[in-house]
């Protein structure tokens, strides 16, 4: 409880004594930059192969004769926005954003940089991990909605080319009694889970004491603290929306 106390003081003092818009601005572009435009690559190869590996393992689960191909495709939708774009995605996040956020923070620490910014009379936590807040909230439900994207043309392409589905019923599939509002739970699950792997990751590293020993184990304690907290969110999440 002392550490969660600490998490929400932390949390309380990155909305005071701010600095300007245009600082801001400028941070968070360049966060933007390191942490959605350098995750494209990795997000759309994972999705990709998760939709394809979807597609393949649902229809060999289809075994009887009476269920319609167009079937396979509706359950690669369903577990793509519901929990692997969303989900899956915010713990491939954690894992190499979160650390980067951690181990960052955690060197400035070290080195006495954050101490150099208070010195000055500068926020140390609201200058430094403000914007990669923000910058998290504005790209990651971007990259789900990528993964998303990725995941069902991964399907569409493995199920064309290996004669699971043809590409008809796999769109037919895909549109079939299709609920709008698994979207807007997805990028709801998408902006929290963006906002506590980016919080806990910088309360982690901005709080990191010793040398470069403590600063890996800064970066493992954000990535594992971020993932326990992001499987709980999901399970809480589902019990309220759904």
């Known amino acids: 409880m002392k550490g969660f106390g600490r998490y929400l003081m932390f949390l309380a003092s990155l909305v005071v004594r701010r600095e300007s818009f245009k600082t801001y601005y400028k941070l968070t572009i360049e966060e933007a930059v390191l942490v959605g435009v350098n995750s494209i690559l990795l997000v759309a190869l994972v999705s990709s192969f998760m939709g394809a590996v979807t597609t393949v393992q ?3 689960n289809m075994v009887s004769p009476l269920i ?3 079937i396979i495709s509706q359950v690669v939708r369903e577990m793509t926005i519901l929990e692997l774009a969303p989900t899956i995605i915010a713990i491939i996040y954690a894992g190499k954003v979160g650390s980067s956020m951690s181990g960052g923070l955690g060197t400035m620490r070290i080195t006495e940089q954050i101490d150099a910014l208070e010195v ?3 926020n140390s936590a609201s ?3 403000l914007p990669k807040v923000v910058a998290s909230l504005i790209m990651y439900p971007m990259l789900v909605i990528l993964a998303g994207v990725c995941a069902l ?6 199920g064309s080319l290996t004669g699971i589905i043809t590409p008809t019923d796999y769109i037919y599939g895909i549109r079939f009694v299709f609920n709008e509002y698994m979207i807007t739970f997805a990028l709801i699950k998408s902006f929290v889970f963006a906002f506590m792997i980016s919080t806990i990751s910088c309360f982690k590293g901005y709080y990191t ?3 470069a020993l403590e600063v890996g184990i800064s970066s493992t304690e954000a990535v594992t603290t971020s993932v326990i907290a992001v499987l709980i969110g999901d399970y809480l999440l589902a019990q309220l929306l759904l």
């Open 153 to 158: 043309l991964g399907g569409y392409i493995v």
């Open 127 to 129: 200058y430094l991990v």
């Open 209 to 211: 004491k010793g040398g």
């Open 58 to 60: 649902t229809a060999y």
């Open 68 to 70: 319609p191909k167009f």
């Open 120 to 122: 000055m009379g500068i």
